[in-house]
C-alpha cells in the first residue's frame, strides 16, 4: 500500500486516478511514499524515509529543495506542458494588454459613472488610448519549448513576424514550430530586432536577470516586454527605468513584487498564467501518471533532479540512484554475478552529478544482494520491484 500526501489542492480528476485498493490520498498521511504539491513551500521540511519521489503540479519548482531530495534519494517531477495552453492564450492578451491600453481604457470609462453624457466624453477621450496593431510587428520568443512554441506558432497566425531563441531546442520541439518562425542562434539577435519581447525559460542562478540594463539598452525604442515565467528572469528596477526613459513602452508580468507595482505602463497580473481549471487538471493527471509509474515500475520521466530512464523487465527490477561516478556501475554488477544471478537488461542514464541504474534479474534477488549494492561507494537508495 502506497501513501500520497498532498499539500496543496490537487484536482480530483488527478487524485482519482490512483487505484485505491493500491493507495491511499490524503493531506496527513504519515510516513509519504510520495507527495504532490502546487506552490506549498517544502523548503523547511523534513523528509521521511519513506518518501520516494514528489510530484509538482506545474513547471517551476522553486518551492520544492530539489539538491536536498537528490541527496536523499527522493526524485522530484514537474508537468512541463500540461499548463503550455493557459500560459499560450494568457501571452496573447498580454501582447494586446502592451499594445493597446486596454486596462487604462477600461478604468478611464469605468471612472466615468455618473457623470453626465458619459458616450460623448467617452469618444471625446478615446484617443489618448491609442495603440498600434500587432500584425506586421516582430516578436521574440527567448525559450521555445511547450510554452514558448506555441505563443510563437500563435503569433505567427496573428500576423506577426516570429524570431525565436533557445539553446535547447529539443527535435520534438523544432519540428512542431512553424515553418516561418525564425530561429536565431545568439540571444542579442531577439534584443536588436524585435518591437515584442516573451521570455519562456526556467529559471535558475544562471538565468537570473536574464534581461537587464544591458540588454534593454540593445533593444529597439519603444520595446514592449512580457514576462509570464518567472519574476527573477528579469531585473524590475532596470525595467521600471528603462519605462521612466522611454526605452521601454510597455512592460506585462505576472509576478508582483514592489517595485513595479503602481508603477505607469506597467501592468502587474496576480500569477494568473496556469489559473485555468483546465490546466489544473492535467497537470494533476500528469503528476499521478508520474508517481505511478515511478512507483509501480520503477521509470523516471519528467524529472527536474534526476535523469529520465524507464525499462520493460523480464524479471526483477532493482532500481539504483547512485551518484555519476566511474567504477560504480561495475561495482553493482559484479554483486549481482557475486550472488549466482544473470542480468538480462540494464539501463543506466545520468543527468549532472546523479545517475540512474535499472538492473533487470531473473531469479531470487535476495536481501543480501540489495546490502551489497547499498554498501557500494556512491549509492544513495536501492528500490526492488518485483513483477
Same mark, same amino acid.
Given at each position: 500500500?502506497?501513501?500520497?500526501?498532498?499539500?496543496?489542492k !490537487?484536482a480530483?480528476?488527478?487524485?482519482d486516478?490512483f487505484d485505491?485498493s493500491?493507495?491511499?490520498?490524503s493531506d496527513a498521511?504519515?510516513? +509519504?511514499d510520495?507527495? =504532490?504539491?502546487? %506552490?506549498?513551500?517544502? *523548503?523547511?521540511m523534513?523528509f521521511g524515509? #519513506?518518501?520516494?519521489?514528489?510530484?509538482r503540479?506545474?513547471a517551476g519548482?522553486n518551492?520544492? +529543495?530539489?539538491?536536498k531530495?537528490?541527496?536523499?534519494?527522493?526524485?522530484?517531477f514537474?508537468?512541463?506542458?500540461?499548463?503550455s495552453?493557459?500560459?499560450k492564450e494568457?501571452?496573447?492578451?498580454?501582447?494586446?494588454?502592451a499594445s $493597446?491600453? !486596454?486596462?487604462?481604457?477600461a478604468?478611464?470609462a469605468a %471612472?466615468?459613472?455618473?457623470? +453626465?453624457?458619459a458616450?460623448?466624453?467617452v469618444?471625446?477621450g478615446k484617443?489618448?488610448?491609442?495603440?498600434?496593431?500587432?500584425r506586421?510587428?516582430?516578436?521574440?520568443?527567448?525559450?521555445?519549448g511547450?510554452?514558448?512554441?506555441?505563443i510563437?506558432?500563435?503569433?505567427?497566425?496573428?500576423g506577426?513576424?516570429?524570431?525565436?531563441?533557445d539553446?535547447? &531546442?529539443?527535435?520534438?520541439?523544432?519540428i512542431?514550430?512553424? %515553418? *516561418?518562425?525564425?530561429?536565431?542562434?545568439?540571444? @542579442?539577435?531577439?534584443y536588436?530586432?524585435?518591437?515584442?519581447?516573451? !521570455? *519562456?525559460m526556467?529559471?535558475?542562478p544562471?538565468?537570473? /536577470?536574464?534581461? @537587464?540594463?544591458a540588454q534593454?539598452?540593445? =533593444?529597439?525604442d519603444?520595446?514592449r516586454i512580457?514576462?509570464?515565467?518567472r519574476?527573477?528572469l528579469?531585473n524590475?528596477e532596470a525595467?521600471?527605468?528603462?519605462?521612466a526613459?522611454?526605452?521601454?513602452a510597455?512592460?506585462?508580468?505576472d509576478?508582483?513584487?514592489d517595485i513595479? &507595482?503602481?508603477?505607469e505602463n506597467?501592468i502587474?497580473? +496576480?500569477?494568473?498564467g496556469?489559473?485555468?481549471?483546465?490546466s489544473?487538471d492535467n497537470c494533476?493527471? =500528469?503528476?499521478?501518471?508520474?508517481?505511478?509509474?515511478?512507483l509501480?515500475?520503477g #521509470?523516471i520521466k519528467?524529472?527536474? /533532479? &534526476?535523469?529520465n530512464?524507464s525499462m520493460?523487465?523480464?524479471?526483477t527490477k532493482?532500481?539504483?540512484? *547512485?551518484k555519476?561516478?566511474?567504477?560504480l556501475i561495475a561495482? =553493482?554488477t559484479?554483486?549481482?554475478? /557475486?550472488?549466482?544471478?544473470n542480468i538480462?537488461n540494464?539501463?543506466?542514464? %545520468?543527468?549532472?552529478d546523479?545517475?540512474?541504474?535499472m !538492473?533487470d534479474?531473473?531469479?531470487?534477488v535476495?536481501?543480501?544482494l540489495?546490502d551489497a549494492?547499498k554498501?557500494t561507494?556512491?549509492?544513495? $537508495?536501492?528500490r526492488?520491484?518485483?513483477?
Amino acid at each position: 500500500m502506497y501513501n500520497i500526501q498532498t499539500l496543496n489542492k !490537487i484536482a480530483a480528476c488527478g487524485t482519482d486516478i490512483f487505484d485505491k485498493s493500491i493507495y491511499t490520498v490524503s493531506d496527513a498521511p504519515e510516513n +509519504p511514499d510520495a507527495i =504532490m504539491v502546487r %506552490s506549498a513551500k517544502m *523548503h523547511d521540511m523534513t523528509f521521511g524515509d #519513506n518518501l520516494l519521489c514528489i510530484a509538482r503540479a506545474g513547471a517551476g519548482v522553486n518551492n520544492i +529543495p530539489v539538491d536536498k531530495c537528490a541527496e536523499e534519494g527522493i526524485c522530484v517531477f514537474n508537468t512541463p506542458g500540461a499548463n503550455s495552453n493557459a500560459v499560450k492564450e494568457l501571452a496573447i492578451c498580454a501582447l494586446l494588454l502592451a499594445s $493597446r491600453k !486596454i486596462v487604462e481604457a477600461a478604468a478611464w470609462a469605468a %471612472s466615468l459613472k455618473g457623470t +453626465p453624457d458619459a458616450p460623448k466624453t467617452v469618444e471625446g477621450g478615446k484617443a489618448k488610448f491609442a495603440g498600434p496593431e500587432l500584425r506586421g510587428k516582430t516578436l521574440g520568443v527567448i525559450g521555445l519549448g511547450a510554452i514558448g512554441g506555441k505563443i510563437a506558432n500563435a503569433a505567427i497566425k496573428l500576423g506577426m513576424k516570429v524570431i525565436g531563441y533557445d539553446p535547447y &531546442l529539443s527535435l520534438d520541439a523544432a519540428i512542431n514550430l512553424d %515553418s *516561418h518562425i525564425q530561429v536565431v542562434k545568439e540571444l @542579442d539577435d531577439i534584443y536588436k530586432n524585435s518591437d515584442y519581447i516573451t !521570455i *519562456h525559460m526556467p529559471y535558475t542562478p544562471a538565468t537570473k /536577470n536574464t534581461i @537587464d540594463a544591458a540588454q534593454i539598452a540593445m =533593444m529597439k525604442d519603444g520595446v514592449r516586454i512580457i514576462n509570464l515565467a518567472r519574476g527573477e528572469l528579469i531585473n524590475s528596477e532596470a525595467i521600471v527605468k528603462a519605462i521612466a526613459d522611454g526605452k521601454v513602452a510597455k512592460y506585462v508580468t505576472d509576478f508582483a513584487d514592489d517595485i513595479v &507595482l503602481g508603477v505607469e505602463n506597467v501592468i502587474v497580473l +496576480p500569477h494568473l498564467g496556469a489559473s485555468t481549471p483546465e490546466s489544473e487538471d492535467n497537470c494533476a493527471v =500528469m503528476a499521478a501518471h508520474e508517481i505511478i509509474d515511478y512507483l509501480e515500475n520503477g #521509470n523516471i520521466k519528467n524529472s527536474v /533532479n &534526476l535523469p529520465n530512464a524507464s525499462m520493460n523487465a523480464v524479471g526483477t527490477k532493482v532500481c539504483v540512484i *547512485h551518484k555519476n561516478i566511474p567504477t560504480l556501475i561495475a561495482a =553493482m554488477t559484479t554483486a549481482v554475478g /557475486n550472488a549466482g544471478l544473470n542480468i538480462e537488461n540494464m539501463v543506466n542514464a %545520468s543527468k549532472k552529478d546523479y545517475a540512474y541504474t535499472m !538492473i533487470d534479474i531473473v531469479g531470487d534477488v535476495n536481501d543480501a544482494l540489495v546490502d551489497a549494492i547499498k554498501a557500494t561507494d556512491g549509492v544513495i $537508495r536501492v528500490r526492488v520491484i518485483k513483477k
